[in-house]
């Protein structure tokens, strides 16, 4: 019994980590470490019961794997799953969830935990989460201590969402939908990746959710992609709301919008907020050590052409196009720049007919950035270089103890595909005020 509490007592969720074992676990339990992982963070909370199996099993052979030189009994495993609970809280979880929380959330297309950084600091337990990228997977546990469950389309995976939770946050992909649809809602998403939110909703009911996409969701296809949502979501029996919402407006220096919809079981009367903290300026974000970072710098080519925009008198300036070749858009219709009334330079091509093709766009200081995507991080002509990741995710509203335990370019990805934090914050606020003064 003595060699068995040592040998639980070498037992670690860092070591959990380790590609050695993580590569010998059997298929039947692919689920183990986020079962694991969620265990170990809902003990308190009643939630534990839906994750205890799959846990220990994971956890028994961990042990086996690791001592085949022993017999691994369902004692041994119990009592590296005590261990385990006992020094949880010992981690060093960055963002832990509060200790007496007023509600709890799924977390659904979780990315890097936007959605859960926001509902925590209103006080939200997290019961569940999911996301199928392997490297968003590693910032969300590196951040929460809790390894998200893998594909959410799969049926094995939805078995594991506890059914007594109050709110559903779910960011997910915009997929096309169609027209036939409109009437039938429900059973004409299939296929896509909102019928797996439906599918969730109908079998857990939760008081309340909140869905973030792309602003152009409201147009896509002739705006038939929103009634069909509309339409399943009135279904399933929510009351529900959207609104466009503009990070700007909520205190961030980065024009991003986004439709935003909230569902309420009850029917309730609510209002989205008005954000009234407009006129961040990016010089707000940055960090001065950034500037010493010489892989941040601009390229020679972008310097050279930013230093002759500003040498010229013109207000409209041509560059030189000669270099080009004379069958594309640019060596045809020419490069040119001017800088916009809030400050920001802007190049575009010069073909009338298209509107001006833009090239490339530079913010500066006293200006707002343009929105963060996944391919795309915003410059600065007069700093002559990009933001940091530090900075890119001060631009989303994270706070600057959050790690990124991966390259900087998936840093920046996950950024780019990541939401504005203290917009989901002021939208969850509302909606638990709402919920309270209705009750």
């Known amino acids: ?4 509490l040592e040998l639980v007592e070498k037992i670690s969720l860092n070591e959990i980590n380790d590609k050695i074992y993580k590569t010998k676990l059997i298929e039947s339990i692919d689920y183990g ?26 956890l028994k052979h961990l042990l086996e794997l690791k001592y085949p030189e022993i ?34 959330f799924i977390d659904l ?7 859960r950084l ?4 209103l006080g939200g337990n997290c019961v569940f989460s999911s996301e199928w990228d392997e490297f968003a997977q590693k910032t969300y546990e590196s951040n929460f201590g809790e390894s998200p469950f893998g594909d959410i389309t799969k049926s094995e995976t939805k078995s594991f969402i506890p059914k007594n939770y109050d709110l559903l ?11 036939a649809g409109l009437k039938q809602g429900f059973d004409e998403t299939r296929g896509t990746l909102f019928f797996d939110i439906l599918e969730i909703l109908k079998n857990t ?4 959710f909140l869905l973030e996409n792309v602003k152009g969701l409201k147009s896509h296809d002739g705006g038939n992609t929103l009634k069909v949502i509309e ?32 569902g309420f079981r009850d029917k309730v009367n609510f209002e989205f907020p008005k954000g009234n903290k407009r006129g961040a300026k990016i010089k707000s974000i940055v960090d001065a050590e950034a500037n010493k970072d010489s892989k941040l710098k601009l390229t020679p080519f972008e310097i050279e052409r930013i230093e002759f925009h500003f040498k010229s008198k013109e207000e409209r300036v041509q560059h030189d196009n000669s270099k080009y070749n004379p069958n594309t858009k640019k060596g045809k219709h020419g490069v040119f720049s001017y800088q916009k009334p809030d400050g920001a330079l802007r190049f575009h091509i010069g073909d009338v007919a298209k509107t001006q093709i833009q090239e490339a766009f530079y913010a500066c200081q006293e200006t707002y950035a343009p929105t963060i995507i996944a391919n795309r991080v915003p410059k600065l002509w007069d700093l002559q270089r990009k933001l940091s990741v530090l900075e890119a995710q001060r631009l989303q509203g994270y706070p600057d103890e959050f790690q990124f335990p991966v390259s900087d370019n998936q840093a920046y990805k996950q950024l780019g595909n990541s939401v504005a934090v203290p917009v989901l914050e002021a939208i969850i606020k509302k909606m638990l005020e709402t919920i309270k003064h209705n009750g």
Not at 77 to 84: H, K, P, R, S, V
């Open 1 to 4: 019994m003595k060699m068995e």
């Open 33 to 58: 470490k986020a079962s694991l992982t969620h265990y170990l963070h809902n003990s308190k909370n009643g939630i534990s019961k839906y994750y205890k199996k799959s846990a220990h099993q994971y």
């Open 71 to 104: 017999e691994v009994t369902n004692s041994l495993a119990e009592n590296a799953m005590e261990y385990l609970l006992f020094n949880y809280k010992l981690e060093n979880i960055p963002f832990p969830s509060p200790e007496e929380p007023e509600f709890k």
């Open 109 to 115: 297309f979780a990315g890097i935990g936007g959605f």
């Open 118 to 121: 926001a509902a925590q600091n």
């Open 169 to 179: 946050c779910a960011g997910f992909p915009c997929q096309p939908f169609s027209y």
């Open 205 to 208: 009911t939760p008081k309340m």
């Open 231 to 262: 339409n399943s979501l009135t279904e399933l029996g929510y009351t529900i709301k959207w609104e466009i919402l503009n990070s700007y407006d909520f205190g961030l220096p980065q024009y991003r919008e986004r439709w935003y919809c909230v």
